[in-house]
DNA sequence: CTAGTTAGTGTTAACTATACACATAGTATC
DNA sequence: GATACTATGTGTATAGTTAACACTAACTAG
């Protein structure tokens, strides 16, 4: 095989370019909602994406994965993994583009404030079940990013990244619950719980109309692999 | 962030390159082996390396992985599976360029002749266990796939392709005991096969000087999520 | 003080994983 | 052809884990 055939509109980039997309997702009114861009210009204007952006030549590709996020969200310190990297030839119809697709997790959405960027209309949370057509391959993306984000919800304790500082266990049952989409047993859900030793009593509740329920927080935030369940 | 600033050297790259590195596998007498090549030239010269080589702009990421399969070992109908991205920006000293990890088995090294390249001064199977200082990132990459293939072993039917057309059920579990690196209990490894049939009766061993082993090939070689352990 | 709401708590049965030892079917050798 | 050698092939009992299940407790609102 040699360098030079076919795709004549491809010839310029000698080899292919990179971008890192972001699957940002965030628990917000019970929900799993993810953040999505709405396109301003060209073939996929007026369409919702994931957010992202080119790779620049003097950062690392998680370095890049770090800026987007701290440019759309505004803050830093929060869980980030790489996913699979997306290289069909024409996932991006007008150029050549391979995608190396990042998840992040928001404990907190709180105090987040999101910003645009002169290159989109809109940025956004969608509850993940009511995403319909994205741009680009991004939907295939999303479906990666929510089955890798299911399986370790199962074996690490990646959930304290979903979680703020201190929480109820009935909160961290149902962020389960919303992402497993399906009911677990309140029972054996706080049995497992206890004896992974990985939380400790954080104080109680107020305010609440009805029993308040103790607080916990993580001992660490560190990844650790767990049979949750 | 503007996008012209730091590193000339690295300026005429305005989007950083892609590659593909390939971690292939294969059992050669009772050992997991890896190719590995020798490089001929410049910052690595006379060191080992994966193989791999630069996405080209006409194939997609994963049919690169597979052009250069095909062009080391001389097959196409292996197991392929992408493995991570590596993206720091001095792993190759001399150019910015992302390499994209594969992880390839081969179930049977008997047919393979290795054909090096212009570019490599000797291509060859080495035993992971023997493997010291690679060229580039390379050490981490291997010890990535490494890992891949112990949990993929752990809960997929992923051994298929590691095991020749018939195979005897101590080949399976050797072929388990070597990757994992610990020894099975002999009743409980049939027993846990059989449940999750997946295997058929496929005649038995002939000229060994002890009793023969029944042989056994796979129903199906589609990777599936099964508990082996 | 009653109703409403969510929190919090143990036990049993079914299943799964683990540990463990000896007879069998061949070949090679004398 | 008898014996030694070698790797194959087989079952059971115990410990541990998972899954199913319903009621009392603590608080607020009216």
Redesign the pocket.
């Known amino acids: 095989m040699k360098k030079k055939e076919k795709k004549p509109e491809f010839e310029k980039y000698e080899y292919s370019a990179a971008a890192v997309d972001l699957v940002i997702f965030a628990i917000i009114n019970g929900e799993l909602n993810t953040l999505l861009i709405k396109m301003k210009y060209k073939p996929f204007q007026g369409e919702l994406a994931l957010p992202g952006g080119r790779i620049r030549v003097y950062e690392s590709v998680d370095e890049c994965a770090k800026r987007e996020i701290k440019e759309k969200v505004g803050i830093n310190n929060i869980y980030v993994e790489q996913l699979y990297s997306f290289g069909d030839i024409k996932r991006d119809p007008s150029i050549r583009i391979i995608s190396i697709s990042y998840l992040a997790l928001i404990d907190n959405t709180d105090n987040i404030k999101l910003k645009t960027t002169e290159k989109y209309e809109e940025i956004c949370w969608m509850p993940v079940n009511k995403v319909h057509k994205l741009a680009y391959d991004h939907n295939e993306i999303l479906k990666y990013a929510l089955s890798r984000l299911k399986s370790k919800l199962i074996y690490t304790n990646i959930v304290c990244n979903l979680l703020p500082k201190k929480f109820?266990?009935?909160e961290m049952q149902r962020v389960h619950e919303i992402i497993l989409d399906r009911k677990l047993?309140?029972?054996?859900f706080?049995?497992k719980v206890f004896s992974l030793d990985l939380i400790k009593e954080a104080g109680r509740e107020e305010g609440?109309?009805?029993?308040?329920?103790?607080l916990y927080s993580f001992k660490t935030k560190k990844l650790m692999i767990v049979?949750m369940?």
Chains 1, 2 share one sequence.
């Not at 609440?208 to 103790?214: D, G, I, L, Q, Y």
């Open positions: 109820s266990l009935s047993d309140k029972r054996n706080r049995k609440v109309p009805h029993r308040p329920s103790k049979e369940f």
